[in-house]
């Protein structure tokens, strides 16, 4: 894994650098640098330098880099998959399907459709002082973007945000969680051999510290991660004005609706559940079931979820990997025991470590089912983000929607009913960002639909015109494009000619209110 060897610097972590362990064993696999103010500061320096250069490279010029960068990621998507499982534990499908298939997806996507949403908006106005007047909305980059990623997704969520900063014209400096560094750098070669000009694109490698200076020097921070932790990137940037888009935790619902189709809600719920061992900022978190399908609904996800292979074995052989964020054992433990101690009942899982091989080193967590549960439960109301799924009988539909938005988040939520209009009904009235009628977490696929959260899960959105738009600075510009004889500008006003003005305005709007 030539990433990895890349970024060994000695066996044991000098001054300046920090471990990155391999969470399925807890082994050290690499040491990187933990850059400190002053390196940030060089960085952004040089970021400054080269992005004009960029910019003037056109979104033809940026798209080609971009699209054999589309390419560089399926050529190279072993060893990428590699440097992932690594350094997160998850499963070579989860890095697959989750990972490869929507970084290359992006690097294409940005590529292509980064003009369409950043051409010059001609805008026609009705204010008469403007009559005749070009007037134009603009995007032009803002300058350098720095990105803040999380653990979870080390590629999709990185690079989901870096691919739009670029395309759009600004250099960016990305600093990846000091969990999951190696993939950042990875792509970082494939973008340096696919012709992107040195500087443009930055990999800052530390730990917390890294991404606080990193926020004193750009001119936006997108921040993916804890609300806790978006919330102080928030009140830093605000010392220098500086914007942010902010995508942070979540505690999706799933509402189980009477009529659903039972099978294919149990399965979305269990897949959706585990995927990623239940590290998704939209992972279905929670299950409210209507009481007439809930005992076939508990017996069909318990009976699937038996049946999980939990491990870091070869492609078709695991469901469900390791935790990536050692604490984050802890978390999911604690939330499982509250939930015991308040009665709830542990149907499939419950404990820490490895599914049929407790003794497994490194941080591993049973894929659990939970019965019984109920508001009182951390588990039914913090993000959990492991892979644990706690299912609630609900009376009806209103206590379905009430539990479901008795929440501080709001990123997703899924409904499942045959009757998908009052299913879709149902969707429009839960207080999330995104909501899935007989699905979930798939909008997350399509780059063209918004995605991002209500509430306490986030500010700004990804994806669509508005995830490339927020990374550029609306420049509203006006043409005069011939004087006229009468030029209208007045100086020095003359009574009679503000009284003529005055007539004049009232005339023009006044009308409006003669009824
Ligand atoms: P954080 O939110 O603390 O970390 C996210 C990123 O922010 C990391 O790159 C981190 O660096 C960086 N960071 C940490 N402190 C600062 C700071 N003061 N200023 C700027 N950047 C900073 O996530 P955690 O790893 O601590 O995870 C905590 C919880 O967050 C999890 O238990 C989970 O519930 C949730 N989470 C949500 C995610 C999502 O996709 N919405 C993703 C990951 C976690 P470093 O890693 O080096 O500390």
Redesign the pocket.
Known sequence: MAAIEETVHEPVAAKNEFAVENPATGEVIAHCPDLGAEAIAAMAKRGREVQPAWEALGFEGRARILKRMQKWVIDHQEEIIAVIRSETGKTYEDALIAEISYGAAAFGFWATNAEKYLADEKVKSSAILVKGKKLLLRYRPLGLVGV??????PLT?SFGDCVPALAAGNAVIL?????TPLTSLKLAEGLKECGIPDGVFQVAT???????A??DQVDMIM????T???K??MA?AAETLTPVSL????KDPMIVLADADVERAANTALYYGMLNGG???ISVERVYVEEPVYDAFVAKVTEKARALRQGTGAAGSVDVGSMT?P??VD?VERHVEDAKAKGATVLVGGSRGKKSDPTHPGYWYEPTILVDVDHTMSAMTE?T?GPTLPIMKVRDEEEAIRLANDSPYGLGASVFGKDTKHAEAVARRVEAGAVCVNDALVNYSALELPMGGAKASGLGSRHGAGGIRKYCQQQAILVTRFATKKDPHMYPYSAKMTARLGKFFSFLYGRGNRD
Do not use: D, H, M, R
């Open positions: 803040i990623g999380p653990w979870n997704y969520n600093k990846p969680s000091e969990i530390g730990l917390g510290a890294t991404g606080a990193l926020v921040f993916t991660g804890s806790a932790t978006g102080k990137v830093k995508e942070l935790g979540g590290q998704t900022c964020f604490p984050q978390i993000e983000f």
